[in-house]
């Protein structure tokens, strides 16, 4: 076969990988003699764009046909198996690497930390963080986004300020790292520290930061903060309205929320499945039982929205706190799928504040028939029957648990006290 027959092959693989044809690619790649580490990266990138899956699989077979890889090659492959979470077989090519040389270069290192934090594995990738002898902003940025992601929230602002020590300058996802950062912590001074550095950024920073800065504030319970970003905002999302709605109900301005959605609607922007969450919510909040209603007829008719298990509860719970317990009853069981354990769990919380101990158990018989490992379920009902003085079935419900081996499990919140945030567990009965 002449040369040019092998660059038109090669040629056609890369042109069906281009257009997502993979089994064709595989074909033209198939009849190529002589491939070369580019046109194996090229397969690869192609595994990685449209079947990620497969990526482990080609891998094993460039081993075995002794291609050595390169940089590129390190850094396609284990995104790939960041994408899948699969670190046995990333811990492997890390070893592999090692013994290359080539893991100096920061997009190989790069690929390499996330591996191990898509893996949940904060350890070894701040390890291998640690041991890379250049970082970017996206290091540094993907560190601290990984530190958010397995709940170490200090970690990453602590990160993202070793960052500004060294003079790598923030982009916008550092800042929306730092921002939820902030949020899980509810560190409203953290939270302000990192507002005066997006205003230094000023037009380099989009619409996704400040939807971040919005949801810090009110994660804070800082609605005028919030409002006062709101209103400099040049343009709004769904999302930054969305945001707004939730941050007044949550604070207790559920009057408020709903207006904000009024205004949302004036402006022509289109409500989504998570807005009619946080709209039923509010009502929720504000014992608004004909406005829950009007608003969850409204999602189908008006929004073409099918209402979800989220929006169900919601609804029973803004029935439940108007001691409608039958009616709450009745549209779970007329829902259009089959309920799932929050339905029943809100039912069964509004059972007990109204006394309805009938209802009550026949909510919880049917939330742990779906999921009887669920200690919430065990845990209300328990209260319920402490509620009636019923302290045999307290004592057998807790048995119950032991057997079945169900572990409560403690809330846990940040509280800031003079500037430090500690954590705070609250455990209940």
């Not at 069906?16 to 044809?21: A, F, N, P, S």
């Not at 602590?158 to 509810?186: H, Q, R, W, Y």
């Amino acid at each position: 076969m002449g040369v040019s027959m092998k660059l038109f092959l090669c040629s056609l693989a890369c042109n069906k990988l281009g257009h997502g044809k993979l089994v064709e690619a595989e074909e033209f790649f198939d009849k190529c003699p002589c491939r070369d580490i580019v046109s194996w990266n090229a397969m690869i990138a192609g595994y990685l764009q449209f079947s990620y899956i497969d990526v482990p699989g080609f891998w094993y077979r460039m081993n075995q046909e002794g291609v050595k890889p390169d940089n590129f090659t390190f850094a396609t492959v284990l995104t790939g198996l960041a994408t899948i979470c699969d670190l046995k077989m990333g811990l492997q090519v890390h070893a592999q690497l090692i013994k290359s040389g080539h893991g100096d270069e920061i997009c190989v290192g790069n690929s390499l930390v996330d591996m191990y934090l898509k893996n949940r594995n904060l350890i070894e990738g701040s390890k291998a963080f640690g041991e890379m002898p250049q970082k970017d902003v996206i290091s540094w940025t993907q560190m601290a986004s990984g530190c958010l992601q397995c709940g170490q929230p200090r970690k990453a602002l602590t990160v993202i300020d070793e960052m500004k020590k060294v003079g790598v300058k923030p982009n916008k996802f550092t800042l929306a790292t730092a921002f939820n950062s902030c949020a899980s912590l509810a560190s409203l001074e953290e939270g302000k520290k990192v507002h005066g550095l997006r205003i230094k950024l000023g037009t380099e920073i989009d619409i996704c930061v400040d939807n971040a800065l919005l949801d810090m504030y009110a994660k804070c319970g800082c609605m005028d903060g919030a409002w006062g970003v709101f209103q400099s905002m040049d343009t709004r999302s769904v999302v930054s309205w969305t945001t707004m709605i939730m941050g007044f109900a949550q604070n207790g301005y559920a009057r408020e929320a709903l207006d904000i959605f009024e205004r949302m609607r004036f402006a022509g922007v289109e409500p989504n499945y998570i807005t009619f969450i946080c709209v039923l919510y509010a009502c929720s909040q504000g014992g608004f039982l004909d406005e829950g209603w009007k608003y969850f007829s409204s999602m189908t008719h008006d929004h073409g929205i099918a209402p979800g298990e989220d929006h169900y509860a919601c609804m029973v719970d803004i029935l439940g706190r108007a001691g409608q317990i039958r009616e709450a009853e009745a549209l779970i069981l007329n829902m259009p799928f089959q309920p799932g354990v929050l339905v029943w769990q809100t039912l069964l919380g509004a059972c007990r504040a109204h006394g309805d101990l009938d209802t009550g158990k026949r909510a919880a018989a049917q939330a742990l028939a779906l999921e009887k490992e669920d200690p919430s379920t065990y845990l209300l009902l328990s209260n319920m029957f402490a509620d009636f003085g019923n302290w045999d079935n307290v004592g057998k419900l807790r048995e119950l648990m032991e057997t079945r081996e169900v572990k409560k499990v403690p809330g846990c919140s940040w509280i800031e006290v003079t500037g430090n945030q500690q954590p705070s567990r609250i455990y209940r009965a």
